[in-house]
């Protein structure tokens, strides 16, 4: 006999199992289901016990136990959808001689009287009429009831009836009697959950609104879906939402996402796009940012890294890390944020976008703001190499090294002097060093970056590095340039020719100091004879005599 105490389960399944398992689900259930994940777990997970509890019939509260999964179902969706709609607390103090004076708050406040006269005090709780109505209007972003917002309001405002005991002497209500209701409950979800023109309007309200705690809860279900966080995020300008989102974890690293396989392509790659990154980087350039904010985000995401101890690498993270780093004020600025900018070109998914940014906004931000030293660091890390199918190549792209150097050579030259010169100078021995035909192509070392067209690696740096000479003060590179005319590269020896070219008036002794005979330095001669052509009309009668025995001399 079953006295309600026996236990009539199948024990022959491990609990976990009958726990566990899905129940059946008709096609129009599984859509249900699966729209109801997007929008949050917890709420597809309670129909899915509405389910399981639908096809048992072990169960003698079953018409309770589904009234209050549907309950929880409906308050759940207008939690997400709706506004926060506050109900509000109506006190009344009754005060000896029958004065009455009212006060409204919201319910969350804490609110405390302090009463200086004897008499009854009374707190009475009034709701807001037609909350739970005016929640479905606006969860359907409606003011007027519709033919489906009726339905919504007709079949959920039930749910009461059948959720709590209507005595305790009374036989419980059968599963029977609140089917219909279910059912129409699932019309209701389907046309609800399938529509996801709500989400996003629910989304755009949320643009436009405050951050509060509810609204901000309600993100973490609504943006499960990557479209719908592309949506949101894109959408999103306001500032005020910045810190409430750093506050919740949406810029924390670990959702910066790495590159996926494309599982029916191996070998190719797509790179996700962190979307509440972008939005940082859209108001970092608002006047009143909260800058600490922006370093501590910047800060976290460039010294991350994952459980294995490597960096994840996504161009477009970096790209939008770059450019929130451009909009720092120069002081908050770290020799950390530009060594990241040497990280972010060594990463293999980098493309044009990164090496664009860095040209043409950390470059030029540093020059304007006098940023000496991490102009110079910035500088030796546009000038790393590294070699690709046995080319060597900058690991910034040459366009954007060209462009950068050809608009701010005379900047870098005047701020940073010959601490460039010896950073360029390093690299061409460098390359000199590692293949010593490198350079050889070079007909003319040229000081005027204007004048070169489409130039590559060797070139940008070579002119480069004769530019820094011609923009400086001959007094300043005098030593330099004495020092290099006796370098074993010959393209060094050639750049310090060229220098004293172009500040010939000053500089000139070195040449007519020349042991020996400078027209027998072949490797030398393009500069040479510019040098003598430049400069030919300055010669006194002396000079002219001594260029003719050296070219006499050559012809020996």
């Not at 009287?113 to 707190?123: D, E, H, Q, S, T």
């Not at 000038?383 to 690709?388: L, T």
């Not at 070079?442 to 940008?460: A, G, K, M």
Request: proline share 5%; net charge negative; aromatic share 8%.
């Amino acid at each position: 006999m079953n006295d309600g105490f026996d236990d009539e389960r199948d024990s022959s399944q491990p609990p976990s199992e009958r726990v566990g398992r899905v129940p059946e689900l008709n096609a129009w259930q599984r859509e249900i289901h699966q729209n109801l994940k997007s929008i949050g777990p917890e709420i597809a997970a309670y129909y899915l016990d509405g389910i399981r509890i639908l096809q048992r019939e072990d169960l003698e509260t079953s018409a309770s136990l589904l009234a209050h999964i549907a309950r929880e179902i409906d308050g759940g969706l207008r939690d997400i959808l709706a506004e926060d709609i506050k109900e509000e607390l109506e006190f009344v103090i009754h005060t000896p001689d029958e004065e009455t004076l009212n006060y409204e708050r919201k319910k969350e406040d804490t609110i405390e009287f302090v009463v200086n006269m004897p008499g009854a005090i009374k707190l009475k709780y009034k709701p807001i009429q037609g909350k739970h109505i005016t929640s479905i209007l606006d969860s359907l972003g409606i003011d007027d009831p519709s033919p489906f917002a009726e339905k919504w309001i007709n079949v959920t405002k039930n749910f009461a009836k059948f959720a709590h005991r209507r005595g305790a002497w009374k036989p419980p209500r059968r599963k029977e009697d609140f089917e219909g209701l279910w059912f129409e409950f699932e019309g209701v979800l389907a046309g609800l959950a399938g529509s996801y023109l709500n989400l996003l309007d629910r989304l755009d309200r949320i643009c436009t609104a405050e951050p509060n705690k509810r609204r901000r809860g309600a993100l973490c279900n609504l943006l499960e879906s990557e479209a719908r966080r592309g949506y949101f995020f894109s959408k999103l300008e306001s500032l005020a939402w910045l810190e409430p989102l750093k506050a919740d974890g949406w810029f924390d690293p670990e959702h910066n996402p790495a590159p996926q396989e494309d599982p029916d392509q191996p070998g190719t790659f797509r790179l996700p796009t962190w979307h509440a990154l972008e939005y940082v980087a859209r108001v970092s350039t608002h006047p009143e940012v909260p800058v600490g904010i922006l370093v501590n985000i910047v800060n976290s995401i460039i010294h991350h890294i994952d459980e294995n101890g490597n960096r994840i690498e996504n161009d477009r993270t970096d790209l939008h890390t770059i450019k929130i780093i451009g909009t720092l004020p120069i002081d908050r600025l770290k020799p950390q944020h530009i060594t990241f900018m040497g990280t972010a070109l060594k990463s293999k998914w980098k493309y044009g976008a990164v090496d664009q940014e860095i040209g043409q906004t950390i470059l030029p931000k540093l020059l304007d703001g006098g940023s000496r030293e991490l102009a110079l660091t910035l500088l030796q890390i546009m000038f790393e190499v590294s070699s690709v199918e046995g080319r060597i190549r900058p690991i910034i792209s040459e366009h954007w090294l060209e462009d950068a150097l050809k608009k701010h050579g005379e900047v870098i030259a005047s701020l940073c002097g010959v601490e460039a010169t010896k950073i360029a100078l390093k690299q061409i021995k460098a390359l000199a060093a590692a293949d010593r035909f490198t350079f050889q192509f070079i007909q003319l070392v040229e000081s005027n970056l204007s004048r070169l067209s489409q130039p590559n690696y060797t070139e940008l740096v070579v002119s480069f590095t004769s530019s820094l000479f011609r923009f400086d003060e001959p007094n300043n590179i005098e030593e330099t340039v004495r020092t290099l005319l006796h370098e074993s590269h010959t393209i060094i020896r050639r750049i310090a020719v060229k220098a004293i070219s172009d500040h010939y008036s000053n500089l000139k002794h070195l040449f007519w100091e020349w042991e020996g005979n400078p027209l027998d330095e072949t490797e030398l001669k393009p500069e040479m004879y510019q040098l003598i052509q430049t400069n030919s009309h300055t010669f006194d009668e002396d000079e002219m005599e001594q260029i003719l025995q050296w070219i006499e001399s050559t012809q020996e």
